[in-house]
């Protein structure tokens, strides 16, 4: 069984020595979304900055990576048929060619979603206080993608398995508990179901059609739909997700706001020192237990969404940051900091569960106006504030000062460090059940996950 060492590094020093040059394994591709509609409708020339920053190998590096890119509203009327071209224009350069092509999805937005709206016959723009219904959204998206015409538009990288011309629907539609709807949160995940299953239902009409471009859909998910974040019975029952998944082909999950600190102001993701359990890792291994098993599941998979912020006011929300909190104190640049991030996560999953993530995006970052600050140091053509350094207690230096977890060479199951990985180690570990020491998936607790995964590194270690 091939077992993979560990990529991580001991001390603060030699990372930021080696780590400045890393390069992700192949199978691992780093995507974004962009909130802006700016490079759509082009106003100022903004889609070239956009595709060349895409396409650039400047690390971190999203190139031949996956976008998200804001679009409902951008195609809805009275200006659809203007943006409809501008909108061909977007995708032939994100997509120019199969060596360089992005994967796309079009979304359509509502952060604060209460409950389903009532479809609309004609779908008009609602006055500005009044989103659009979801229907009404992908409706927009689905009239746009039956226009493009195939044969001046070519799609290299948006195909499926079988060679066929796909772009992806995605939801950032995120439900918002409001006593004037629902009470509890059992209803209103029920509520937002229904409207995932109605979008569904609209896909799938599109795609029996014969369409010249097929549709999938992917969908954001927050955390607490998926773990019990705060201890106050907030995740989806097994039959409500069980629901999203066969909805949708793949879920992203919103953890980002966990790195490295999980529910409360906190140093550090070391849960052998601190109280500071690796958040996104505990929800996208959540998430993986969830996925279908067998026929149901093929064609499913799962990223994980990392924020990249300019605000942050709250410590507990800090995730990687760009106004310097990682240079100096931390030993690492902030560059560095996020691909070492990326490389502890990828590589705390195992093989199989590797190739559950998106092939095109297992980390998606949050967002390319923030990316570009963090990357470049400059805002991005076209954002709002053309800022970069916007205030927040946890964006000063002298505030926080978050730090990464090195977990200890080796192989993740060598827990006497023998180096070989075998019934000694299962010993060791059900001595160790319950604690903190021989956390080997840093979930914060020794339990049958860290006794599955000694098992699954069976054998000498390389």
Request: proline share 6%; hydrophobic share 35%; glycine share 6%.
């Amino acid at each position: 069984m091939e077992r993979k060492t560990m990529k991580f590094l001991c001390t603060a020093i030699a990372a930021t020595f080696l780590l400045a040059g890393i390069a992700f394994a192949d199978d691992l591709k780093i995507g974004m979304m962009n909130w802006n509609t700016c490079p759509i409708t082009n106003k100022n020339g903004e889609l070239t900055s956009f595709t060349d920053f895409a396409g650039s190998a400047d690390s971190p590096s999203v190139a031949s990576g996956w976008i998200i890119q804001a679009a409902a509203g951008s195609l809805q009327d009275p200006q659809k048929q203007t943006n409809y071209s501008k909108m061909n224009s977007f995708i032939s350069q994100v997509d120019p060619n199969s060596s360089q092509g992005h994967r796309i999805s079009l979304n359509c937005s509502n952060d604060n979603w209460t409950h389903t709206l009532p479809p609309v016959a004609d779908c008009v723009a609602p006055p500005p206080s009044t989103p659009q219904s979801a229907h009404c959204m992908v409706n927009n998206l689905l009239a746009y993608i039956s226009s493009i015409d195939t044969n001046s538009i070519t799609l290299h990288k948006n195909v499926n398995e079988n060679g066929y011309p796909t772009l992806d629907i995605n939801l950032d539609i995120e439900p918002r508990l409001n006593s004037a709807y629902h009470t509890t949160l059992s209803p209103l995940y029920d509520d937002w179901l229904d409207m995932i299953e109605g979008v569904r239902t609209q896909i799938d009409e599109h795609n029996s059609a014969s369409p010249s471009i097929l549709v999938t859909l992917s969908a954001f998910i927050p955390q607490i739909m998926v773990i019990d974040a705060y201890e106050l019975d907030y995740p989806m029952t097994p039959t409500q997700i069980a629901k999203a998944w066969a909805a949708c082909d793949t879920l992203i999950v919103m953890a980002y706001r966990n790195l490295p600190c999980f529910d409360a102001p906190c140093v550090g993701t070391n849960p052998q020192l601190t109280s500071c359990p690796d958040g996104f890792l505990n929800s996208a291994r959540a998430l993986i237990d969830t996925i279908p098993q067998g026929t149901e599941g093929e064609g499913k998979h799962f990223a994980i969404a990392l924020e990249l912020s300019r605000d942050v006011s709250n410590c507990e929300k800090v995730s990687f940051g760009y106004n310097k909190i990682y240079d100096g104190s931390t030993g690492l640049s902030r560059q560095d900091f996020l691909k070492t991030a990326i490389q502890q996560g990828w590589d705390s999953f195992s093989s199989a569960d590797q190739s559950k993530l998106h092939p095109d995006g297992a980390f998606m970052l949050h967002s390319y106006e923030s990316l570009h600050c963090f990357r470049q140091d400059t805002p991005a053509p076209g954002a709002s504030p053309l800022n970069c350094d916007i205030g927040g207690t946890c964006n000063l230096s002298s505030g926080c000062t978050p730090a990464l977890f090195t977990p200890p060479s080796g192989v993740y199951g060598d827990v006497n460090n023998d180096g070989i990985v075998d019934a000694n180690d299962i010993l060791a570990l059900e001595e160790l059940l319950g604690s903190c020491r021989g956390d080997l998936n840093f979930d914060g607790i020794v339990n049958v996950h860290d006794i599955l995964m000694t098992i699954g590194n069976w054998g000498e270690c390389e």
